[in-house]
């Protein structure tokens, strides 16, 4: 039996609490599922959205407590073991509640940073073997 909340459904798309696609995932997992990220993607998102994007508000809603795991089923594409999920009936404390994500321009220069620190090893590391 699912444990689901009309009460939480209804309180979360009234109060704007996820994005439009983490609601729009968690809409569609309320309506439709239980599914898996490939399920969810093939019959509902494609050809619109990339299925990493859809698979990653998966693990997203998951840290929320508004999905869980509720078996592994072989995936119908791969074969492998895929994680079958469900809505909760849980309501997510604010907007915070998530870690804020870096943007691709933040990682980019944190990993630009790194190499410099990396460069740097290495070539004191050169200069202290050349006197030996």
């Not at 809409?27 to 439709?32: A, G, I, K, P």
């Not at 404390?93 to 940073?113: F, M």
């Amino acid at each position: 039996m699912r444990n689901t909340s009309l009460v939480a459904y209804n309180k979360i798309k009234e109060s704007g609490l996820l994005s439009r696609l983490r609601f729009q995932v968690y809409e569609c997992m309320y309506h439709h599922g239980p599914l898996t990220a490939g399920e969810m993607w093939d019959r509902f998102f494609k050809p619109g959205k990339q299925r990493s994007s859809v698979a990653s508000r998966f693990s997203e809603l998951e840290v929320l407590g508004l999905f869980t795991v509720i078996d592994e089923v072989p995936c119908k594409y791969t074969g492998n073991l895929s994680n079958l999920y469900d809505v909760t009936d849980k309501i997510p404390a604010d907007k915070q509640t998530l870690p804020n994500k870096k943007s691709n321009r933040q990682i980019i220069l944190e990993l630009r940073e790194r190499i410099r620190e990396l460069e740097t090893e290495v070539n004191q590391l050169r200069s202290q073997l050349s006197y030996n």
